[in-house]
């Protein structure tokens, strides 16, 4: 921070802090997204997701369930184990940003477990 004050002045830091709330957003949704609906204990803990784009973009971050299962393997090695999204991470994320699609669209998903799949969409909200 202090660095973009120094350089850039006002507008350096108002960069800086404008960037900052933007990864600190993009970082929880993507958080959210991983883990809706799965709390563990018998249920797979985090969504994988299939998309060689997303996967890419965020080092393998699709197979976050393969993370949760053996932390010591590196990000090539891991593989897309248990249930996966009906996206990526873009179509996924712009989803999250629309809270009654993004429940219709997960809280209907087959691999949802049971206890939280839903016939009205705003009875498993959180």
């Keep these: 921070m ?4 120094t350089l850039g002045g006002a507008r ?9 709330a ?3 957003f ?7 997204i991983q883990h809706y609906g799965l709390v563990g204990g018998g249920d797979p803990v985090a969504w994988n997701v299939r998309s060689w784009l997303s996967n890419r973009l ?12 053996d932390q010591t393997l590196s990000c090539r090695r891991l593989k897309c184990v248990g ?4 996206a990526g991470y873009m179509h996924m994320f712009f989803l999250a940003l629309l809270p009654p699609l993004w429940f219709s669209v997960m809280n209907h998903h087959p691999d ?3 206890h939280r799949r839903s016939t009205d ?4 909200q959180e």
């Design 22 to 24: 933007i990864s600190i």
């Design 83 to 86: 249930v996966t999204l009906p």
């Design 112 to 114: 949802m477990p049971s």
């Design 12 to 20: 350096g830091l108002m960069f800086f802090l404008g960037q900052s």
């Design 121 to 124: 969409t705003h009875e498993n």
């Design 26 to 32: 993009v970082v929880e949704t993507i958080g959210y």
């Design 58 to 69: 965020f080092v393998n971050n699709g197979f976050h369930a393969h993370h949760h299962l």
């Design 2 to 5: 202090f660095v973009f004050l």
